[in-house]
């Protein structure tokens, strides 16, 4: 076993001890004071000139002049805002005292090998209906193939397309006028192709309307509008114009070249005014 060493420590105390004291002091200086004067800053001024107040010039309609077509567009307006509130009126009555609600009538069911989205349905006399089969969007030109299905009681009639249909119209004589995507009209009577010519638009066409129960207007992309003539088994173009980029505001040209054609992508009217949207504009025509 080994022996552990022993260590003392000693830690002297502080109580009672004596307390060493020091006195110190400090000198200031003395505060010296001194006025000084100064010159006050200039105000800012700012004034304002008005005009003097002169009287109001009273306007008078005398001198303006409105040519008469204005005063019956103005009327035939009015007459037809008054015909519209009769059937407001009727229909308002109508919802007040009966229940409206949706009745199923007819179920069309398509093969289901069919591929083509629907673009478009059509609805005519007695009861018959045409789906327009195809693509509604082109980059350029249309390289797809497209089909018109025409239901009519329990008979279906298949119209093949070499290109996609973007409008079609039930003619009064039972006929169907199909229009495409690459600038073709086309005549059909029950499925079975009558006329079809491309010289009239050379772009998709984008509306067919009737202006009577024999004239057509189409319009399309090429910036044409033109008026046909519905035969027994064609369609005979009569009066054709078209939208240039000289019709266009000059703030929305692109183009120095006036007499660019300018698409047109929608049509909407009666009777022979119509409102045309353009690609870069918007104007209407009267035919």
Same mark, same amino acid.
């Given at each position: 076993m080994q022996e552990s060493g022993t260590f003392t420590l000693? %830690?002297?105390?502080?109580?009672n001890a004596e307390v060493e004291k020091i006195d110190a002091s400090m000198e200031t200086m003395p505060m010296l004071q001194r006025e000084v004067g100064?010159?006050?800053? !200039?105000? #800012?001024?700012a004034s304002t000139q008005t005009e003097t107040t002169t009287m109001e010039e009273r306007l008078s309609a005398r001198g303006i002049?409105?040519?008469k077509e204005t005063i019956d567009m103005i009327l035939e307006g009015i007459e037809d805002a008054s015909r519209m509130n009769k059937y407001f009126e009727k229909l308002e009555a109508f919802r007040k005292t009966e229940k409206l609600q949706l009745v199923l009538i007819k179920r069309i069911k398509l093969e289901s090998n069919e591929k083509l989205p629907i673009v478009g349905i059509k609805c005519g006399r007695n009861g018959r209906i045409a789906l327009l089969l195809g693509h509604s969007q082109h980059e350029s030109w249309c390289f797809h193939t497209g089909k018109i299905l025409i239901f009519h009681k329990n008979h279906t009639t298949n119209i093949p397309l070499a290109s996609c249909p973007t409008q079609l119209l039930f003619a009064p004589q039972q006929q169907v006028i199909v229009a495409t995507a690459s600038g073709e009209i086309i005549l059909t009577f029950e499925g079975e192709i009558l006329w079809q010519s491309d010289s009239i638009h050379s772009q998709g %066409?984008?509306?067919?309307?009737?202006v009577s129960p024999n004239l057509l207007f189409s319009a399309g992309l090429d910036g044409r509008l033109v008026i046909s003539s519905l035969k027994a088994t064609s369609l005979e173009a009569i009066k054709s114009s078209s939208i240039t980029v000289s019709d266009l505001p000059r703030s929305m040209r692109r183009s120095n070249t006036s007499s660019r054609r300018? =698409? %047109? $992508? =929608?049509?909407?009217?009666? !009777?022979r005014d119509y409102f045309l949207?353009? !690609? #870069?504009c918007f104007g209407a $025509?009267?035919?």
């Open positions: 000693s %830690i002297p105390s502080s109580w100064c010159d006050p800053m !200039k105000p #800012f001024h002049l409105i040519s %066409i984008t509306c067919l309307r009737w300018t =698409g %047109i $992508v =929608g049509i909407a009217g009666s !009777k949207a353009g !690609k #870069f $025509v009267q035919i």
